[in-house]
């Protein structure tokens, strides 16, 4: 990759970074910040739209990059992850938008803590929210820092880190100048952009085989090295027990940690209605199906195209498989179409990363101030102060991922991600379902729902393979693994439903039958909402 | 477009409603908890005017507004359709991807087995499950807009109108006032027998 890809997916960068600045500077010029305007946007997004900064906030470049490279390098495997991704969103259809939008105003927490004793319960579920996000955020800037190094040809660790201090500086500035409107904004640009590059690549690699989808697959499978195995599961989740079964609690963590990502949850509240927000979700399914059926063909059109060995020779994680795809179709590394479809590529991905972490921030955000600081703090507060809690926090939380992304530059994005989501499941799917679907739920069942799911799958990841006893672990010289499995959701999803459940059983006070009845009325006829 | 348009002014907390959080109380209606005694007579003096389904107890209080809603036909028909719907889907859903997984993780030879050229099982249920998902949101898009919304609205309103038939007998008796607030929900409540179909 010569100098001049690099330079023009530095003035691509660099324009994208001026326009997000110009729409935080836009939307936040002379608003004065209601809570309302911060955490929801002034609740007035049409669907589409929300649909589309749905999509943005949801499909990362750790997707756009990641899961086309596993289907590089993988074949088959590669797609297991986007199946995961997109079956999850029907969780969130079904179950969680349209109810969510009408009980809750900014958080997960206001939905759970409605039927409870409010502090204990917003204390828990703000806890178990700003453990996600942080996760998630780490997973973004350590992707973002390997990603900027790699597509600039910068591998020394300088350039790395101070990519993950600028995306944290920069993700700062968007969320505590403009608050969920800019975020927003910034989101549907790149869902966008995102879908336009995606589409474009595609259309490139279909026309290149004449919009035959079996030559696809089998020039794919020549070029792989592995014949027709390329085209059928096991090249990397089918060695033994043990991988397996990671693979199925990975699985069972997409399925159902997305609809208790409260970055996910958060943008239900951008729009008027809960009529609205299933609008939204429709459109942000269609979105993001199309998204990774594209990334499938993407995946596959760098096996064949580029050939899987020459994609593992320059990234072993198979994350440049779609720049150098980028560059072959645009006609070779030195013409001027390849230049521009690398650099392009890679300003769409640097896009990706920079409105997921600001949506992410954003969320965490609200956790801090609207639950936790809320709920710790029992001074009398204006909504002008929660937003100034919430600024803070934003900062706050930026300077934390920074650190942390600094300090977990070594660990593998996908593992992050995929932990993220376990976490997600495991402490704040159970707790959100049973508040909407179970009438005899406690405040304790609650409380111990998200405490039993969160510390068990913080606990086996800390006792996995991931933190000690390989060459690959974090502390690879000592050794305390006790659970064989990377990924936790196997054991910790049904460990928070379990905890809830037994939480309840187990309480001496009843569940209150009125609040029940307003959450159930409110949560199915919108009354009420805010 | 610092101000919502929430038209249920009797739950609308300001936008800093968080600000009270930090108590065991409910954090919807707290403000209208206050008033319990006084609105015995309201409630009482509602119950001539409810509509068909609502058996309200004369006595009651304010809180149990969703009480009455809740146990009301109207409003069990809604929540029997969305579970009707939801939770065969989701149980259908969950155990295709489930399926689709553990298949793939534990036999490996049965999904490349060939069907077509180069496609094999594999892919043929890689696709399945895009397809799949894309029809189950357009089926339940489909079904809660024909089967659900409107009953839903017609609720909303009616758990309006009692709300503000409330607050005005609290604030002053008037008959002619509450004969007026009578009009709306009746109306929406005619269109019922459409979505009943």
């Given at each position: 990759m010569t100098g001049d890809h690099q330079t023009l997916a530095l003035l691509l960068f660099g324009a994208f970074v001026a326009v997000t600045l110009a729409i935080t500077t836009w939307v936040s010029r002379g608003r004065r910040g209601s809570a309302e305007e911060f955490y929801a946007g002034g609740r007035l997004f049409t669907p589409m739209e929300n649909g589309f900064a749905i999509a943005g906030d949801y499909m990362s470049a750790a997707s756009f990059l990641g899961i086309s490279g596993l289907i590089a390098l993988f074949g088959y495997d590669g797609m297991l992850y986007s199946v995961g991704f997109l079956v999850a969103w029907l969780v969130v259809l079904f179950l969680v938008a349209e109810l969510v939008r009408n009980c809750g105003r900014f958080t997960l927490a206001d939905v759970v803590a409605a039927r409870m004793?409010?502090?204990?319960?917003?204390?828990?579920?703000?806890?178990?929210?700003?453990?996600?996000?942080?996760?998630?955020?780490?997973?973004?800037?350590?992707?973002?820092?390997s990603l900027v190094a790699l597509l600039l040809g910068g591998t020394s660790g300088a350039a790395q880190a101070w990519t993950v201090v600028g995306v944290g500086a920069l993700m700062v500035i968007y969320v505590s100048f403009g608050g969920m409107r800019a975020t927003t904004w910034i989101q549907i640009v790149k869902a966008v952009l995102l879908m336009g590059g995606a589409l474009a690549l595609t259309v490139l690699v279909l026309m290149r085989f004449h919009g035959d989808f079996d030559q696809l697959l089998r020039s794919a499978a020549d070029r792989s090295g592995q014949g027709e195995r390329f085209l059928a599961p096991g090249l990397k989740y089918g060695g033994d027990w043990t991988a397996r079964l990671d693979f199925i609690s990975l699985g069972l963590a997409l399925v159902l940690g997305t609809a208790g990502l409260p970055h996910i949850l958060s943008r239900f509240f951008t729009v008027p209605t809960a009529r609205a927000a299933r609008r939204s979700v429709v459109?942000?399914?269609?979105?993001?199906?199309?998204?990774?059926?594209?990334?499938?063909?993407?995946?596959?059109?760098?096996?064949?195209?580029?050939?899987?060995?020459?994609?593992?020779?320059?990234?072993?994680?198979?994350?440049?498989a779609v720049p150098l795809l980028a560059l072959d179709l645009g006609g070779g590394a030195d013409s001027t179409g390849g230049t521009v479809l690398f650099a392009i590529v890679a300003a769409v991905a640097f896009a990706a990363i920079l409105a997921v972490v600001a949506g992410v921030t954003l969320a965490s955000s609200a956790s801090v101030?609207?639950?936790?600081?809320?709920?710790?703090?029992?001074?009398?507060?204006?909504?002008?102060?929660?937003?100034?809690?919430?600024?803070?926090?934003?900062?706050?939380?930026?300077?934390?991922?920074?650190?942390?992304?600094?300090?977990?530059?070594?660990?593998?994005v996908a593992f992050l991600v995929g932990l993220a989501f376990a976490v997600a499941a495991s402490a704040n799917l159970p707790a959100l379902l049973y508040a909407l679907f179970w009438r005899n739920f406690t405040t304790r069942g609650a409380v111990w729902s998200v405490y039993g799911g969160l510390l068990p799958a913080l606990v086996l990841v800390v006792l996995s393979p991931v933190v000690s006893g390989e060459p690959g672990s974090l502390f690879p010289g000592v050794d305390f693994q006790y659970f064989p499995l990377e990924n936790p959701g196997l054991v910790s999803i049904p460990l928070g439903f379990l905890a809830g459940w037994f939480g309840t059983v187990t309480s001496r006070e009843p569940a209150d039958e009125a609040k029940h009845a307003e959450t159930e009325v409110r949560s199915l006829t919108g009354a009420g909402a805010a | 477009m610092e101000k919502h348009d929430v038209p249920d002014a009797g739950t609308g907390r300001g936008s800093g409603g968080s600000g009270r959080v930090s108590g065991p109380r409910d954090p919807w209606h707290d403000a209208l908890a206050s008033g319990w005694a006084e609105l015995e007579g309201a409630g009482a003096a509602a119950a001539g005017?409810?509509?068909?389904?609502?058996?309200?107890?004369?006595?009651?209080?304010?809180?149990?507004?969703?009480?009455?809603?809740?146990?009301?036909?109207?409003?069990?028909?809604?929540?029997?359709?969305?579970?009707?719907?939801?939770?065969?889907?989701?149980?259908?859903?969950?155990?295709?991807?489930?399926a689709y997984v553990v298949t793939a993780t534990a036999a490996p030879g049965l999904m490349a087995h060939p069907v077509a050229g180069a496609v094999n099982v594999a892919m043929l249920a890689g696709l399945g499950q895009f397809l799949t998902t894309f029809l189950l949101t357009w089926a339940y898009a489909r079904h809660a807009r024909l089967r659900r919304d409107r009953a839903a609205l017609d609720l909303r309103w009616t758990v309006l109108e009692q709300k503000r038939e409330r607050d005005r007998g609290r604030s002053r008796d008037g008959a002619p006032e509450r004969a007026a607030g009578r009009d709306a929900p009746s109306g929406s409540r005619s269109r019922e027998p459409e979505v009943e179909r």
């Open positions: 004793r409010e502090r204990p319960v917003r204390i828990a579920a703000g806890t178990s929210s700003v453990t996600v996000s942080v996760l998630y955020l780490v997973a973004q800037m350590v992707g973002a820092g459109w942000s399914i269609g979105l993001i199906g199309s998204f990774y059926l594209m990334t499938i063909v993407l995946g596959l059109g760098a096996a064949a195209i580029v050939g899987s060995d020459t994609v593992r020779g320059s990234n072993a994680a198979g994350n440049t101030a609207h639950d936790l600081y809320a709920s710790l703090r029992r001074r009398d507060r204006t909504p002008r102060g929660e937003v100034a809690v919430a600024r803070t926090a934003a900062a706050g939380i930026g300077v934390v991922a920074i650190g942390l992304g600094l300090l977990a530059r070594d660990l593998n | 005017v409810m509509p068909p389904g609502f058996a309200r107890k004369p006595g009651t209080g304010p809180a149990d507004i969703y009480l009455e809603v809740q146990r009301s036909a109207a409003f069990q028909e809604v929540r029997r359709r969305y579970r009707r719907f939801v939770i065969p889907g989701a149980a259908a859903f969950f155990t295709w991807y489930v």
